[in-house]
C-alpha cells in the first residue's frame, strides 16, 4: 500500500492535502494529531476499528470531551456497542469526512492503528461474496489451529499476511475461499483513488518509539483504564449488548475483563493479561505497517515526545516550495 508522498526535508505543494498518522497503540499519535489540527487548521478522521462505538470509551482510550473541543474529530461515536460495523462502511464514511474537510479549506489528518481501514480508504474493497451464517458457524466452532492449516494449504499469501490470532479475521478469510473457490488474496479490488485526485499528495508518518518505551507507555495506559472504570464500563456495555457483538468484543480489555466478571481469573491477573495482549497488538500493528504502507518513520522520545515531530511536520506542510 503506498499514497503519493514527500520527505519531511521537501515541502508539499498547495495540492497536498491529506496527512496520515500511523503507528502502533499508545505510541502517541492523538496527542501529535490534534497538535498538528491546532497548528495547520486540521479536522482528524479517526482509523480505528473500536472507537467507532458509544460506549467503549476507556478502553479505546477514545479522546476526551476537551481533545474534541481542541479540534474537530470524524467517526467516533457512530453506533452503539450492539450495531454492526465494517470496513466498506468506513471507508465511505470516511470518505465522505474528507471530502467535507476538504470543501471546508481545512486539513484532512488521518489518525489511528486499524491497517485494514486504511486498506479499505485507500485502496478500496475487493469483491468478497457477503457472509453466509451457516458457514460462519461452522468454521466458528473449529479448533483456530485446524483452520490455519486450512488457510496455509488454500491461500498462502493471505496466511503470511493475516493476524492470526484473530479468529474473526481467519474466518473471514477462509469464508471467502470455500464459497468462491478462489483465495481471498487474489479478490482485492483496484487501487481506489478517490483520496489522491486532481493532484493530490500525501504526507504519511509512522510514528514508533524504543521497545521498552513503548511498552511502559502501555503498560502504564494500561493501569490508568482500570483507575478511571474499565470493569464498570465493561459491565455497563455487556447489559447494553456488547457480548453480542464479536466485533467489538475484539476491543482490548472488554474480553479479559468479562472473563473476570464471570470469575475466570483475578483483578491482578486480569490486568496483567491486558497489558500482554496490549504489547502483542502493538508489535503486530508494527509488523503490518511496516509490510503493508510505505510510511515515513518518526521516532517519538520522552512524554509526550510531540514537541518536535510537531515542528518538524509543520513546518514540512507550511513552508513554501522552492523557487515558488
Not at 492523538?30 to 487548521?41: D, H, K, Q, T
Not at 524504543?210 to 470493569?231: H, K, N, T
Request: glycine share 10%; net charge positive; with cysteine.
Amino acid at each position: 500500500m503506498t499514497c503519493p508522498s514527500f520527505p519531511l526535508s521537501a515541502s508539499p505543494s498547495a495540492a497536498s492535502d491529506l496527512l496520515l498518522l500511523a503507528g502502533p497503540t499508545g505510541v502517541g499519535k492523538s496527542a501529535v494529531a490534534i497538535e498538528l489540527a491546532e497548528r495547520l487548521g486540521g479536522e482528524i478522521v479517526s482509523v480505528d476499528s473500536m472507537q467507532v462505538y458509544r460506549g467503549l470509551d476507556i478502553g479505546t482510550a477514545k479522546p476526551s470531551a476537551e481533545q474534541r473541543a481542541r479540534a474537530p474529530h470524524h467517526l467516533i461515536d457512530v453506533v452503539e456497542v450492539s450495531q454492526p460495523f465494517d470496513a466498506a462502511r468506513f471507508a465511505r464514511l470516511a470518505g465522505e469526512a474528507v471530502a467535507g474537510i476538504r470543501a471546508r479549506g481545512r486539513v484532512p489528518i488521518l489518525c489511528g492503528g486499524t491497517g485494514l481501514y486504511y486498506r479499505a480508504l485507500l485502496e478500496g474493497l475487493g469483491e468478497a461474496p457477503p457472509g453466509d451464517a451457516a458457514l460462519r458457524v461452522a468454521l466458528g466452532a473449529t479448533p483456530l489451529p485446524e483452520l490455519l492449516r486450512e488457510l496455509a494449504e488454500r491461500d498462502p499469501v493471505t496466511y503470511e499476511r493475516i493476524d492470526r490470532q484473530n479468529p474473526r479475521r481467519v474466518i473471514r478469510a477462509l469464508e471467502v475461499v470455500r464459497l468462491t473457490g478462489r483465495p481471498f488474496s487474489e479478490q482485492r479490488a483496484p487501487w481506489d483513488r478517490r483520496l489522491q485526485t486532481a493532484g493530490r499528495r500525501c504526507l504519511l508518518l509512522g510514528l514508533q518509539r524504543a521497545a521498552g518505551d513503548l511498552r511502559r507507555r502501555i503498560d502504564a495506559q494500561v493501569q490508568e483504564m482500570f483507575r478511571r472504570g474499565l470493569v464498570a464500563e465493561t459491565q455497563r456495555l455487556l447489559q447494553e449488548g456488547l457480548g453480542q457483538n464479536p466485533t467489538a468484543m475484539q476491543a482490548l480489555g472488554y474480553r479479559q475483563v468479562a472473563e473476570y466478571l464471570d470469575g475466570r481469573r483475578s483483578l491482578a491477573d486480569t490486568v496483567e493479561l491486558v497489558q500482554i495482549r496490549t504489547r502483542q497488538f502493538a508489535k503486530r500493528q508494527m509488523t503490518w505497517f511496516r509490510r503493508q504502507m510505505q510510511l515515513r518513520w518518526i521516532l517519538l522520545e520522552g512524554d509526550p515526545g510531540t514537541e518536535g515531530v510537531v515542528e518538524q511536520v509543520a513546518g514540512a506542510w507550511e513552508r513554501p516550495s522552492a523557487g515558488a
